[in-house]
């Protein structure tokens, strides 16, 4: 894990901010591809229960897309459910838009915190501080074109899908 570390973060979850971070990469940057090939097509997230009141909260019944829970290796917290999967193995809310080639989350603004932290991962120690890091096989990592994910990256991206993961 220590190669695919970024930060490591102190958090005021109740103020959702950022109290101390250390950066352990500096040049690592980042720009979703919308290829879908290692995150939407893999089947659907772990859902907690801020999930199904955002996708609630856009007009769906989210529990019409919800799986139960099985003996999954890795279920972190509090999850109520996965999304559902298209016969394909992908999530049930991905889209293709053939005339752009590229893929779409058709619940993009409601989409599950783990989605919205993807292709990040944040981990809570036992003393308190997390350890953001990144998954190694996503296209948009390193893009050329790409975000350096530095402090105001994680803050304005994945702070929010942080306090949520907590």
């Not at 992908?90 to 779409?104: D, N, P, R, T, W």
């Given at each position: 894990?220590?190669?695919?570390?970024?930060?490591?973060?102190?958090?005021?979850?109740?103020?959702?901010?950022?109290?101390?971070?250390?950066?352990?990469?500096?040049?690592?940057?980042?720009?979703?591809k919308?290829?879908?090939?290692?995150?939407?097509?893999?089947?659907?997230?772990?859902?907690?229960?801020?999930?199904?009141?955002?996708?609630?909260?856009?007009?769906?019944?989210?529990?019409?897309?919800?799986?139960?829970?099985?003996?999954?290796?890795?279920?972190?917290?509090?999850a109520?459910?996965?999304?559902?999967?298209?016969?394909?193995?992908?999530c049930?809310?991905?889209?293709?838009?053939?005339?752009?080639?590229?893929?779409?989350?058709?619940?993009?603004?409601?989409?599950?915190?783990?989605?919205?932290?993807?292709?990040?991962?944040?981990?809570?120690?036992?003393?308190?501080?997390?350890?953001?890091?990144?998954?190694?096989?996503c296209?948009?990592?390193?893009?050329?074109?790409?975000?350096?994910?530095?402090r105001e990256?994680?803050?304005?991206?994945?702070?929010?899908?942080?306090?949520?993961?907590?």
């Amino acid at each position: 894990m220590a190669g695919l570390e970024i930060a490591r973060i102190r958090l005021d979850s109740e103020k959702r901010r950022i109290s101390n971070i250390a950066l352990t990469r500096k040049d690592l940057r980042f720009k979703c591809k919308r290829c879908a090939v290692f995150c939407c097509k893999l089947g659907g997230p772990l859902i907690k229960e801020a999930d199904l009141k955002r996708i609630a909260e856009i007009g769906l019944d989210p529990y019409k897309y919800l799986e139960p829970l099985k003996n999954r290796y890795g279920q972190r917290g509090e999850a109520v459910g996965i999304l559902k999967q298209k016969k394909d193995g992908s999530c049930v809310f991905l889209e293709y838009e053939a005339s752009k080639g590229i893929y779409k989350c058709g619940i993009y603004e409601a989409r599950p915190a783990l989605c919205r932290l993807y292709p990040f991962e944040f981990f809570l120690k036992e003393d308190g501080t997390g350890v953001l890091s990144f998954i190694p096989c996503c296209n948009g990592l390193n893009a050329h074109d790409g975000m350096l994910v530095d402090r105001e990256f994680i803050e304005r991206y994945l702070l929010d899908a942080i306090c949520e993961a907590l």
